[in-house]
């Protein structure tokens, strides 16, 4: 008697709609951070993680310390598309000082940004991707300052 094996199916990456993470920072203050998606409000536009319509866009962030709520202004993420929110970290440098960082994008768009906090200040986003081109891949790193 022989027995087929049943065809297994591919694991895939589940979508995340929220993500927060609650912690203790290096120097023993809380922090809170949350991140959302949502369904897009426009389908056409300049996205980075999309090539055509997104299938999610990053639609909030807040970053809560003990001494801080900091809400990013739309601008700092409104541009993001498929992110990968169970990429999502945060690390410490000092008292108020923190980088956000996560993924996104499918295939080959996919993107990493992230976020420097300084003084309980959003100061800056980067946005790094590879440009395909004729045959040779280039990293492409994009800065915002807030």
Same mark, same amino acid.
């Given at each position: 008697?022989?027995?087929?094996?049943?065809?297994?199916?591919?694991?895939?990456?589940?979508?995340?709609?929220?993500?927060?993470?609650?912690?203790?920072?290096?120097?023993?203050?809380?922090?809170?951070?949350?991140?959302?998606?949502?369904?897009?409000?426009?389908?056409?536009?300049?996205?980075?993680?999309? $090539?055509? #319509?997104? %299938? =999610?866009?990053? +639609? !909030?962030?807040?970053?809560?310390?003990?001494?801080?709520?900091?809400?990013?202004?739309?601008?700092?993420?409104?541009?993001?598309?498929?992110?990968?929110?169970? $990429?999502? #970290?945060? %690390? =410490?440098?000092? +008292? !108020?000082?923190?980088?956000?960082?996560?993924?996104?994008?499918?295939?080959?768009?996919?993107?990493?940004?992230?976020?420097?906090?300084?003084?309980?200040?959003?100061?800056?986003?980067?946005? =790094?991707?590879?440009?395909?081109?004729?045959?040779?891949?280039?990293?492409?790193?994009?800065?915002?300052?807030?």
């Amino acid at each position: 008697m022989v027995f087929a094996a049943p065809a297994l199916a591919q694991w895939q990456v589940v979508t995340l709609n929220r993500v927060t993470l609650e912690g203790t920072l290096k120097d023993g203050g809380a922090f809170e951070v949350r991140v959302e998606s949502d369904t897009p409000k426009q389908t056409s536009g300049e996205f980075f993680g999309a $090539t055509d #319509s997104p %299938t =999610s866009v990053v +639609s !909030g962030i807040i970053v809560k310390t003990s001494g801080a709520r900091i809400a990013f202004p739309k601008q700092a993420f409104v541009d993001l598309a498929n992110p990968l929110l169970q $990429t999502t #970290s945060i %690390t =410490s440098q000092g +008292s !108020g000082n923190l980088k956000l960082r996560f993924t996104g994008g499918e295939g080959a768009t996919n993107y990493e940004v992230e976020y420097f906090i300084e003084g309980n200040r959003l100061v800056r986003r980067t946005v =790094s991707y590879f440009e395909r081109g004729t045959g040779q891949k280039d990293r492409v790193i994009k800065t915002m300052t807030f």
